[in-house]
């Protein structure tokens, strides 16, 4: 395997509070164990367009309480192309990069894999993702504040919710995943959550009133994972037209969800993996996501981390329903 000394390091895909404090972690490890850092800015495009600069231990300080992050991101287009993967190869090569750590969710970490294969180049991917999606890591940076931001605001939700004695049907992000319905309805004592991994076909809003919503309660709130068609809109009008009875009210709380200053757990989180990268990179290790799982640093592979539907535990559907009556 060719020496690497020179560590390519790029944010893709949706920003995710803690990708700061991931750039900072892994920056710092390189230096000090004595690898070249170059900075690519906009994910992928960056690297296709030669975006690049060579970063020093101070390039990222003052960064790991900041929310967003300092090498900007994009979801490219050109990167899902044979072409614009060879330009980026090129842009290495000139650029005399070694190896990429890539920052990013599952879109970010199949284009790791994809271009690893194809140009043989050692890849090494970090979670950084609000919607906990990726297979193999108890956790993803960005996850725990996006978390923490949602329960605050449907703290605030609740408050004219039980005034006004309304449901309310709260949109929360997480693409095609419910980790964040379902946790923050546990962490908000909401009524219900409607999120994708529900396989019983049951319709969720049926249950949700057939459990009786108001005979002991005067407002509800119900979280609804976002969805093209069967979002919080949805459920709200779906109401209004069976129970015209009931004040309905849609919060669709939206890309505030991904900004702010990371909470200490991902700080730490990013902290770690950060540090994991590097070490993998020492070890040899290629084309692996560093996760966490039981308090440890491991290393999964690409495929299996960016396989789909990652597992959602019931017991947490269980909880929401008994504390929810
Ligand atoms: O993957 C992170 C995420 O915030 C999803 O939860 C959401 O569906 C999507 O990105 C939104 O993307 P954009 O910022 O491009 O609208």
Redesign the pocket.
Known sequence: MAKINCIGILTS??D?PGMNAAIRAVTRAAIANGFRVMAIYRGYEGLINDEIVEFTTENVSNIIQRGGTILKTA?SREFETVEGRQKAYENMQKRGIDALVVIG??GSLTGARIFAQEHDVPCIGLPG???NDLNGTDLTIGYDTTLNTIMECVDKIRDTATSHERIFFVEV???DAGF?AQNSALASGAECAIIPEDSTGADQLEQFIGRGIRKSKSSSIVIVS?SPKCGAMYYAERVKQEYPEYDVRVSILG?L??GGRPSACDRILASRLGVGAINAILEGQRNVMIGIRNDEVVYVPFTNAVKSNKELKKELINNLDVLSI
Do not use: K, S, V, Y
Request: hydrophobic share 25%; no cysteine; aromatic share 0%.
């Open positions: 895909g949706g995710a979801r969710g599952n993702t609000i919607d992000m997480g693409r964040l976002e890309h969800q991904r």
